[in-house]
């Protein structure tokens, strides 16, 4: 399980995720929600019956959200990585993600309004950029390069599809 430390987002954040994923026609699911109990509250120097943390889930992978304050902020060293099979997929998740965020180059979300980074990929770059074929992962590399939000087509193009 994931850990995500965030600043009293953390039902917000979970909820919004596990609906985006649903609304993708991906899976999501929310979990249990603590709440701080008197001690915990003093400890973390929360509110008492503040939430605490939310659990949920996202394609699978288990997520807790933590509501630990201000100390830690997300960083772009860590990453989440939705595979999309189609440019809806693409489109919507791009879309979702990247409203009140930034967005980034190559299909990455550098941070969204929670300041979590995600990649928005297609799942058939590993197919295209593999292979032995240096000279079409080449060109598949130079196309992506020139994208923020990935274009499935024109990575085919570039790959001679």
Known sequence: MTCLWFNGQAEEAGNFYVKTFLEGGHSGKLGSISRYSKAGAAAAHQAEGAVMTVVFE???????????????????????????????????????????????????????????TWQVVPALLGE????????????????????KKIDIAALKAAAGE
Do not use: H
């Open 58 to 116: 996202l394609d699978g992978v288990a997520f807790m959200g933590l509501n630990g304050g201000p100390l830690f902020k997300f960083s772009g060293a860590t990453s989440f990585i939705i595979e999309c099979k189609t440019q809806e997929e693409i489109d919507f998740f791009w879309s979702k993600l990247s409203e009140g965020g930034q967005e980034g180059q190559c299909g990455w979300i550098n941070y969204d309004r929670f300041g979590i």
């Open 128 to 147: 295209v950029m593999s292979g032995g074929d240096g000279a079409k992962a080449e060109r598949v590399m130079k196309a992506m390069l020139a994208m």
